[in-house]
Structure formats: C-alpha cells, structure tokens
C-alpha cells in the first residue's frame, strides 16, 4: 500500500509524521510523495488561527477532490478542536484526535481494514526522511502543556504534559543516525516542560543524548523562555549542541505579557539572551512576536519596538494577532483596528529586516562547518549552487561543478558576502 503523509503547522506535526512513516513501512507499506498515486492519505491539521482551520479544511477538500479513491485519515489539531465538522467533510473516513495519535497507524490499519503485509515487513529505512527530501529529522519528545497564554489554542487542543521517556528518546535518535541524519531536532509544545511527568528535565534528556549517541548535531525546537533547568546554559559547552535558540518573545511589553498571561518579563528575557551570547559569540536567538494585540496602546507598542531593538535577534516571526474562539485573548475589550496593526507589523517588519542583515553581517569572514542540503539551484556554465546551515543556523548557498556533490556532509565553510536571504560561503580545502 502506497502511503501520502501532509501537514499544515508546526514542528512537532512533522516530527509526529515521521513517527507515522516509520510506522507504516515497519508494516509492510511504502511512503509516496504524489498524493494522486496514494492508496492512503494521512493529515496532519493545524487550527493554532482561525485561518490555519480553514487552510486544513481547504486541503482536506483538495486533498480528496485531487484523489477520490484513497482512503482519507485527519488527525491534529482542527481535527480535534472540531471533530465533528472534521468527520462530516466529504472523503474523510477516520479522525484521530491528538490523545490517540500515537495510535494512529495501528487504529488506521485496525479500523478501516486495510492489508498489512508482513511478508514485507521492513525495520525502518531512509526512506520515510529522505523521500520526503530532508537532511534531517524532527523529533517529538513531549506533547501537551500545563499553561493556558490567553492568545493560545493549541493548549486546549494538545491536553496535558506528556513526556517520551529518555531512553526511547535516545533509542530513536540512534536509528536515525545509523539511517544517514547527521541532525536531529528535539521539539514539543512546551520543551521546556519536558519530563515534568518523569521526575526529571530538559537538561537530564539533553546530557544523556550527548551521551549516549554520536548524533553530531542536536538542535531545539521552539522552547518558551521560561523554566529552564539551572544547569543549562553549560550545555552549550559541547559543540554538538547547537548555539541557535528559537525563544518566543510574543511582546516587548510588560503590560501586554500580563495580558497573555505570559510567564517572563522583558527584563528577565533580556538576561537569558545575554547569557547565551556571553557563552558563545554569534549565537542566534529568533524569536515569535505577536503585532496588535488587545488593547494594545501606542505606548505599550512604543514599549516592545524598542525591546526588540535593544535585543536584536537574528530572525522574528511576526504575527498580526486575528481573534481566536475559544481563547480568553478573543474576550478582551478594544480589540486594535486592522489598520492600525497592518502599519505596526510593516513597522516591525522593517526592523526585523535591519537586524537580520545585520547579524548576517557580523558572521562574514568565519568559518563555520556547514550541513549541507539536498537541494540544489542550475546555474549556467557547469555549476549549480547548493544550500546548507551553519551551527548557529544561517542558510549558506556555494556555487560548485554541477558534478560535485555535498549532500548530507558537513564541510568547513568561510562566509565570504550577504546576497539575498542567504550569504555566499566558500568551502574551506
């Protein structure tokens, strides 16, 4: 049976895929990326915005319009928030909420009747990363979180904190890496929380999977500024661990943090970023921010523009806030005019802009080692340029012979110029 896997939303939703693709092949079947050629078709939803909700029914609609004789499975968070408009959409024969998804590939099987073949039954390959054309691989150690930000429904749609002991943790990046990943991606919904069931913590997970496997590059996912062990800025002295965090900021205001119900202040945000450039120079904090939220006042974005800028950050994610039902934050009173958020978020777009050439700029003339992509763009006269990221997570493009290839390795790099949304490396002989 030919399997299609999609998602719309985050991280995690594409760690919970790969968990399903090395399901499915341990039971006989095969991973497909043309969705027309399917026997299967399982999506992963998203509903973190009333806009992501309606983009996961437009696929579920286009996903079955475009193949009408694959069996249809819709699981996340649209899927769960709103099972029974899921269940009633044209094509969909079987919704699994996120308290069952890992059950999803046995209960999928089981429940429409579906072959499997154990005759060809293989242990996991390469093939449920790399025909889905990544270099590496998500992978979900928690799920759920206790806190409830008031602008936030994936906290109602993913329930409570659920930790992947260690060790299954470590046993699944050493399969990956005997499978070609040189990086693996730990992500969550609150990894900070992680092994808050367990009796024990982010760090301890992060100490033992530098012990116990050869993996040579870890990353973290998203993680909320909040609740990080004591120990856990010395972890960024072994230098498999990846100097580039992704800390969500939301708002440089302290009165609208209060409002999202947010657990860092600015200042105390402030001094987590410090610590880590203190630690290690270039190291890349990107960040989440949230434009126009209720009652926002002209003072109180004054106040996180200038936060922002007096922090810097290598990239922003910027989010113009849209009401989100079954939220406290789509409750509050003076909700901020369209247009009005439409010239803050060109404003801070600006800003964002600025200082991500200018961190850019800072790290030309280092020499990084540098992963390097499968993704490749022709260029005339024999060449085609490649694309990779440094440790601190810069996407680096080299110009090579069109007959040279650098997929998968990790090779000594010199940042030579800033072009466009990418800077110019030269490989290091």
């Known amino acids: 049976m030919l399997v299609h896997l999609k998602t719309l939303g985050c991280r995690l939703n594409e760690a919970e895929l790969e968990t399903w693709a090395q399901a499915f092949q341990k039971s006989g079947h095969s991973i497909t990326q043309h969705p027309q050629a399917a026997h299967l078709i399982v999506i992963n939803s998203c509903a973190v915005t009333q806009d992501a909700a309606r983009k996961s029914r437009q696929l579920i609609r286009?996903?079955?319009?475009?193949?009408?004789?694959?069996?249809?499975?819709?699981?996340?968070?649209?899927?769960?928030?709103?099972?029974?408009?899921?269940?009633?959409?044209?094509?969909?024969?079987?919704?699994?909420?996120?308290?069952?998804?890992?059950?999803?590939?046995?209960?999928?099987?089981?429940?429409?009747?579906?072959?499997?073949?154990?005759?060809?039954?293989?242990?996991?390959?390469?093939?449920?990363?790399?025909?889905?054309?990544?270099?590496?691989?998500?992978?979900?150690?928690?799920?759920?979180?206790?806190?409830?930000?008031?602008?936030?429904?994936?906290?109602?749609?993913?329930?409570?904190?659920?930790?992947?002991?260690?060790?299954?943790?470590?046993?699944?990046?050493?399969?990956?890496?005997?499978?070609?990943?040189?990086?693996?991606?730990l992500t969550g919904v609150h990894l900070g929380g992680y092994g808050s069931d367990l009796g024990n913590n982010l760090s301890d997970l992060i100490k033992a999977i530098l012990t116990d496997t050869n993996i040579p590059r870890l990353r973290l996912g998203s993680l909320e500024p909040w609740e990080l062990p004591a120990d856990f800025f010395q972890l960024f002295d072994n230098p498999r661990l990846m100097p580039h965090l992704h800390l969500p900021l939301q708002s440089g205001s302290d009165a609208v943090l209060r409002r999202m119900a947010r657990r860092c202040k600015t200042e105390e945000f402030k001094a987590i970023v410090q610590q880590l450039r203190a630690k290690i120079p270039h190291f890349n904090i990107t960040t989440d921010i949230i434009v126009g939220f209720p009652a926002e006042s002209e003072q109180e974005w004054q106040d996180s523009?200038?936060?922002?800028?007096?922090?810097?950050?290598?990239?922003?994610?910027?989010?113009?806030?849209?009401?989100?039902?079954?939220?406290?934050?789509?409750?509050?009173?003076?909700?901020?005019?369209?247009?009005?958020?439409?010239?803050?978020?060109?404003?801070?777009?600006?800003?964002?802009?600025?200082?991500?050439?200018q961190f850019y700029a800072a790290n030309i003339g280092n020499e990084f080692p540098v992963l390097w992509e499968g993704?490749?763009?022709?260029?005339?006269?024999?060449?085609?340029?490649?694309?990779g990221y440094t440790p601190n997570y810069l996407r680096v493009a080299c110009v090579l012979d069109a007959d040279v290839s650098v997929e998968n390795q990790t090779l000594n790099t010199r940042l030579v110029t800033v072009d466009d949304g990418f800077i110019v490396g030269e490989l290091v002989q």
Not at 149 to 160: H, N, S, Y
Not at 318 to 331: L, N, Q
Not at 334 to 342: A, F, G
Not at 344 to 350: F, N, P, V
């Open 62 to 185: 286009r996903i079955h319009r475009d193949n009408p004789h694959a069996k249809l499975v819709v699981s996340g968070c649209y899927a769960t928030l709103n099972q029974q408009e899921a269940e009633s959409l044209l094509g969909v024969d079987l919704v699994v909420s996120n308290k069952d998804k890992d059950q999803l590939v046995e209960k999928t099987l089981t429940e429409l009747t579906l072959n499997t073949m154990p005759a060809m039954s293989t242990e996991p390959a390469e093939i449920s990363l790399f025909t889905r054309g990544r270099q590496r691989a998500f992978v979900k150690v928690q799920d759920g979180c206790r806190y409830r930000c008031t602008f936030c429904i994936v906290t109602v749609a993913r329930g409570e904190e659920i930790s992947r002991p260690i060790q299954i943790v470590i046993d699944e990046i050493n399969a990956l890496h005997a499978q070609g990943i040189d990086e693996v991606i």
């Open 305 to 357: 523009f200038d936060t922002v800028q007096a922090i810097g950050f290598g990239h922003i994610h910027i989010f113009t806030y849209s009401s989100r039902e079954g939220t406290k934050a789509a409750t509050l009173p003076n909700h901020v005019t369209n247009d009005i958020k439409k010239q803050r978020s060109q404003q801070l777009h600006e800003l964002a802009n600025s200082q991500k050439k």
């Open 375 to 387: 993704y490749s763009e022709p260029l005339p006269d024999g060449k085609h340029r490649v694309f």
